[in-house]
């Protein structure tokens, strides 16, 4: 099993380019995340989808969209990127959280982008 | 806001001390609490979780919780350098989504 996979590992993007990171899981989990990591910030959520067909904002969504493709698949778009979106991207996945229950999300590598 | 809070350290401790790590929260419906390790350049990994009052144990780490204290803490025994982290506290509070903490640097010297 590879767990959660993403594409690309490295990006530069200037400013106004657009792209898309890919996230894939093998774990048959229904939820998934998109996470960036700043220096000095710890993970800050940007979407995610409690289920396939779902998804939601999380605390920082402006400037990027997400689209759930399917269980496995979850990419991340930043439309017209800005400097301010230099990050390392972590998605993520899990079961769904329920009462009472301790559920462990499972990240991927990153994607390390930087924006110039 | 939920909120959740974390010396940035860094925590120094010598090879073979106990490290203590805090963590304090603001959302008192929150449910349960993870805590993961990350090491620099990689992406995080849980240590451990706990959801009921007390203490909880494996193997070198202790996770307690104080719902009351809105307060969470880790313990690592014996530390090694390879214990040598960023340890970063999660906190679910009853959707499926976790926020976490800035994270605190531990460096444990030989």
């Known amino acids: 099993n590879a767990g959660v996979t993403q594409t690309p590992k490295f990006q530069v993007l200037k400013t106004g380019q657009s792209m898309t990171l890919q996230c894939a899981q093998d774990m048959n989990h229904n939820s998934m995340y998109w996470y960036r990591q700043d220096p000095g910030m710890g993970l800050r959520l940007i979407y995610y989808?409690?289920?396939?067909?779902?998804?939601d904002k999380g605390e920082v969504p402006n400037g990027y969209n997400v689209s759930r493709l399917n269980k496995r698949e979850f990419s991340l778009r930043l439309e017209s990127a800005a400097p301010s979106q230099t990050s390392v991207y972590f998605c993520?996945?899990?079961?769904?959280?329920?009462?009472?229950?301790?559920?462990?999300?499972?990240f991927g590598p990153g994607t390390r982008l930087t924006v110039t | 806001q939920k909120e959740v809070e974390q010396n940035s350290g860094p925590l120094s401790v010598p090879e073979g001390a106990i490290a203590s790590l805090n963590c304090t929260y603001s959302?008192?419906?929150?449910?349960?609490f993870f805590w993961y390790r990350q090491y620099s350049g990689k992406s995080p990994e849980l240590i451990m979780f706990i959801y009921s009052n007390g203490d909880k144990e494996d193997g070198r780490f202790t996770a307690q919780l104080n719902k009351a204290s809105q307060y969470v803490s880790l313990l690592i025994r014996d530390s090694q350098p390879s214990d040598s982290a960023t340890y970063l506290c999660?906190?679910?509070?009853?959707?499926?989504?976790?926020?976490f903490g800035k994270g605190t640097m531990l460096l444990v010297s030989p």
């Open positions: 959302d008192r419906g929150s449910q349960s």
């Open positions: 999660a906190v679910n509070s009853g959707y499926s989504t976790l926020t």
């Open positions: 993520a996945s899990s079961e769904p959280f329920f009462q009472e229950t301790a559920v462990e999300q499972y």
């Open positions: 989808s409690a289920s396939e067909g779902t998804t």
